[in-house]
């Protein structure tokens, strides 16, 4: 087997062995605390609007059913109501005033959403939920650019994946959170729901507590005009000094690739001009890529199970509070297991187009099989027997997660990080994650009426949207596997064709001719 430190750049050097030492990935952890932020609230809210104690105090209990689904939606959709406005500010925040201190700012805001979630008035709640979610808007916006622009190309993947990562991992602490609160503690006792909501406040502050010691991005730095904070913060993630001949070329070519996209606007840089170079040539396919992968993303079913996971357990025939939460546990560790493939193991060696194509086929078989079952067995309207089907049905809830978890869950959040333009990544990103939260309101804010209106065709309606994620990734969705950022333009650029496979040769070929050029030179220099 070759190993990673093997391989050659672009340019056909070496590249040295020390940049993917342990800097890179300590990095990526301690950043991705704001994806954990994240994952928390889309496990904790579903279980804890489940539990007896929360019921009571925010007027869920003894609810019909048009009333409870109303206030469920709303309760939790704030939050992604939130996120969009956040997402859209987090723009301004993040090009002014940097990369690091926009999450830490961001968090400040969403220390400050918990504590009204908590108090227990549902005004406030809602107020809070806004607040977080404005916070968690500004976070998800940042975080896949930062760690992206900070990523040495080869484990560029496997680092923004570790956002991935840790979103999963918190959103089992915060299934399992649940399901221990409503086991050891009485209905009748406020800590039930406390407890959950308090979770919030840990997380946020191991956010601050790693962001601090933490190097802004050299890109954005680089980007201000600021070429020796630039150099200092590139030299501390690759782990070499200063001089050094691969930090020097990394430094030119970021340099090099800012010059040109300044020259290419007439060295015009007010805000009016950045949203005008998202609809040139080459830049705007990227923004409707990454926008249709991110609609995709959400309509392909896995926020309505994040979020309402107890709901759509009781529609296939698992009954009791308790027994919805310890399934919704299970299907937790299993999408934290396949994601950890996924950035692990997979999207630097699969790439991101294989694993969108074969990941969204595996998830269109159990997601068909579950709008069957629950129309033949009639799980909406009355309990199932405990047969083989209803056991099928468990089981193929877990295997989408599984799938799910291995392609979809990840890849949009690394695509839409990695192949904007340096000038206008932050814009660009900025607004496919708008959408993203956009599409995620939707659906989450949708899933208690279709559950109500349309029943069995709700697993339905995903698995049409599945299909159109897996043709919408088969014909559009060039591989950017080992691409550095600067070289985006050569995949993406004014003369390469929308289809994926024609875009990615083009590249190949581009590279190629660029090194053939490179040795002449090199032969010539010798002479």
């Not at 407890?195 to 406040?201: E, L, N, R, V």
């Not at 934290?336 to 991101?352: E, P, Q």
Request: charged share 15%; hydrophobic share 50%.
């Amino acid at each position: 087997m070759r190993n990673i430190f093997e391989v050659k750049d672009p340019e056909g050097s070496n590249v040295p062995k020390e940049i993917y030492g342990y800097r890179p990935y300590l990095f990526a952890f301690c950043a991705s605390w704001a994806s954990a932020m994240y994952g928390y609230d889309s496990a904790f809210i579903g279980g804890t609007l489940t539990l007896p104690s929360f019921k009571t105090q925010f007027g869920l209990d003894g609810a019909d059913s048009n009333a409870a689904a109303a206030l469920s939606s709303n309760i939790v959709s704030t939050y992604q109501a939130g996120a969009f406005f956040g997402c859209a500010f987090g723009f301004i925040l993040a090009e002014k005033f940097g990369r690091k201190r926009s999450m830490i700012a961001a968090t400040l805001i969403f220390i400050v959403g918990a504590v009204l979630q908590i108090i227990g008035r549902l005004d406030l709640l809602y107020a809070g939920r806004a607040l977080a979610g404005w916070g968690i808007g500004v976070n998800t916006l940042v975080l896949p650019i930062y760690v992206s622009e900070c990523s040495p190309p080869l484990i560029r993947g496997r680092l923004v994946g570790v956002f991935e990562v840790m979103l999963q991992a918190a959103l089992v602490i915060g299934f399992w959170i649940n399901y221990g609160v409503n086991e050891n503690i009485s209905g009748s006792d406020s800590r039930q729901w406390h407890i959950p909501m308090a979770i919030q406040f840990v997380l946020a502050g191991l956010l601050i507590l790693s962001l601090l010691p933490m190097i802004e991005s050299p890109r954005w730095l680089a980007s201000k005009g600021k070429a020796r904070h630039a150099t200092k913060a590139l030299s501390w993630i690759r782990n070499l000094p200063p001089d050094h001949p691969y930090l020097v070329r990394e430094l030119a070519q970021i340099e090099a690739a800012l010059d040109h996209e300044v020259q290419s606007t007439g060295g015009v840089s007010n805000w009016r001009q950045i949203f005008r170079e998202l609809l040139q040539k080459g830049v705007r396919n990227r923004v409707v890529l990454g926008c249709g992968l991110v609609t995709l993303q959400n309509f392909a079913g896995i926020n309505a199970i994040n979020y309402y996971s107890p709901t759509i357990f009781k529609s296939i025939g698992v009954t009791g509070t308790s027994a919805g939460l310890l399934g919704t546990g299970v299907f937790g560790i299993v999408k934290m297991v396949a994601t950890f493939f996924y950035a692990g193991f997979l999207v630097d060696k699969a790439g991101r187009r294989a694993l969108l194509i074969g990941g969204g086929m595996g998830a269109l078989v159990p997601m068909l099989y579950l709008g069957v079952y629950t129309k033949v067995s009639g799980s909406f309207t009355a309990v199932p027997p405990q047969d083989d089907g209803a056991r099928a049905a468990i089981a193929m809830i877990y295997i989408y997660a599984f799938f799910y978890g291995l392609s979809w869950n990840g890849v949009p959040w690394l695509f839409t990080s990695e192949i904007m333009p340096t000038r206008v990544r932050t814009l660009g990103v900025a607004f496919c994650i708008c959408i993203q939260w956009l599409t995620q309101f939707v659906v989450v804010y949708s899933l208690p009426y279709m559950i109500l209106g349309i029943t069995y065709g709700t697993f339905l309606f995903f698995a049409a949207f599945i299909v159109l994620a897996i043709l919408f990734a088969w014909l559009f969705v060039p591989e950017t596997k080992g691409v550095a950022l600067e070289d985006m333009d050569l995949l993406f650029g004014s003369d390469v064709p929308v289809f994926a496979r024609r875009a990615r040769r083009n590249y190949e070929e581009a590279v190629n001719a660029r090194v053939t050029a490179l040795q002449a030179k090199q032969d010539l220099e010798v002479v």
